[in-house]
């Protein structure tokens, strides 16, 4: 019996938007929209503002800051937007001074199910929570990361503020921020990626005649975040798994590169060939006349088991492979991630653990440190912030306070 294919895929595509929708509604019962209602005591406060609880009350006391939340514990308490209202207060630049560029940062690997989406959604939200100002440019039709920051795929089908309309090629925009949306996170916006990303693609490729034509359209989203790079501190980008005219713009653009990459013998085989096609692409690039050379590559090993059979070794091997250009901190396999990702948020977005307490606090911990490394390399990009390591929690408690 013949099947119709089309009426098939259709079929199950409607199935699939239907229990999506079913999905969300679960994840983020009884509100439609995604709300962060995290809140910090005085050390995880004085922590992530880079100042002692003790510097923090003083100041309350002495009416520099005002007076801080009392749970019904009689605990004092902060939101996330206190923590700004007391950088600013204190005069705490997180992040790079207005004349400095933005870090374009590219969490890439062309193989799937390496947690690309996972750790570009974590290492925004850590971002964020350290005051920085965050822009996420979900580039993969897939729209996984999209997903984990409450965009609606249907809201996007009819908008022409996407990513896809700015990177077509009879694009109806020329102001790169009209494809930004706000986040749950109040210092994060997102350029959501939408269905028709893909589409677009080929349409990119299609009629790409001439060397100044190529040159223009591997160069769109790179011009784009130009518009805005002064606007923000770090802007992640999440490729597509694929070396397209999508991923050549990718690599146009980022001015770093995170590359996730699991410990295992099939992963490391799959590591040197992408090393290798990224090789290529950017002589590919030089090629263009659109010179790219990264301020750093870093390489870290994700979903890593200490006790999983060869994975210790794979570890040693992918150190000796990478060098300096791998984190010391690996991140580890983690049920709190994966059951977090399954409910559209990540660890850092609640502080009550699907698991135990020990788990999440084991996991919210690790990540932390390889987080920490990266925002070390992305501070050294900015002349403010590098001189030896200059960092405002050095500072004498008098001063800083």
């Keep these: 019996m013949m099947i119709d294919t089309i009426s098939n895929l259709k079929a199950m595509v409607d199935n699939g938007e239907a229990l999506s929708s079913q999905l969300k509604k679960v994840a983020f019962r009884p509100r439609e929209r995604k709300r962060l209602e995290l809140t910090f005591g005085p ?7 880079g100042r002692t609880p003790e510097a923090i009350a003083k100041a309350e006391a002495k009416g520099r800051l005002p007076q801080p939340k009392i749970g019904s514990n009689g605990r004092r308490y902060y939101t996330l937007e206190d923590l700004t209202l007391i950088r600013q207060a204190l005069g705490i630049t997180p992040g790079k001074q207005a004349h400095e560029a933005a870090v374009v940062l ?26 920085l100002r965050v822009l996420v440019v979900d580039c993969d039709p897939q729209a996984s990361t999209s997903s984990l920051f409450d965009v609606d795929q249907e809201e996007l089908w009819d ?19 009209q494809t930004i949306r706000d986040t749950a996170w109040p210092t994060t916006k997102i350029v959501p990626s939408s269905l028709g990303l893909g589409e677009i693609e080929w349409h990119m490729v299609a009629g790409a005649e001439g060397r100044q034509e190529i040159m223009r359209r591997f160069g769109l989203l790179r ?6 790079r002064r606007e923000f501190d770090v802007i992640l980008l999440d490729p597509p798994p694929a070396m397209g005219f999508l991923g050549m713009n990718v690599m146009a653009a980022a001015t770093g590169l995170v590359v996730p990459v699991p410990a295992r013998q099939l992963d490391f085989l799959s590591t040197i060939h992408f090393m290798t096609n990224i090789a290529d692409t950017l002589e590919a690039l030089h090629g263009y006349d659109m010179g790219v050379n990264y301020d750093f590559i870093r390489v870290v090993v994700s979903n890593y088991s ?5 994975e210790a070794g794979m570890l040693r091997i992918l150190q000796q492979m990478c060098g300096t250009n791998m984190l010391t901190n690996p991140i580890l396999a983690s049920e709190e991630i994966k059951n977090s990702v399954q409910e559209f948020r990540s660890v850092y977005e609640s502080d009550k653990p699907i698991s135990s307490h020990k ?29 030896a390591g200059f960092d405002d929690r050095h500072l004498p408690e008098g001063e800083a306070a």
């Design 223 to 228: 011009s784009g975040i130009s518009q805005i």
């Design 359 to 387: 788990t999440f606090t084991r996991c919210r911990d690790n990540l932390d440190l390889v987080f920490s490394e990266i925002l070390h390399v992305i501070r050294q990009q900015w002349p403010s912030t590098s001189m």
């Design 306 to 310: 200490r006790s999983a059979d060869g």
């Design 159 to 177: 908008s022409e503020e996407t990513l896809a309309h700015f990177l077509a090629p009879t694009a109806p925009l020329s102001d790169f921020r």
């Design 43 to 49: 050390g995880r406060a004085a922590d992530l503002i």
């Design 106 to 131: 590219a969490v890439q690997n062309f193989k799937g199910g390496v947690g690309k989406s996972t750790i570009t959604k974590h290492l925004a939200d850590f971002l964020a929570l350290q005051g």
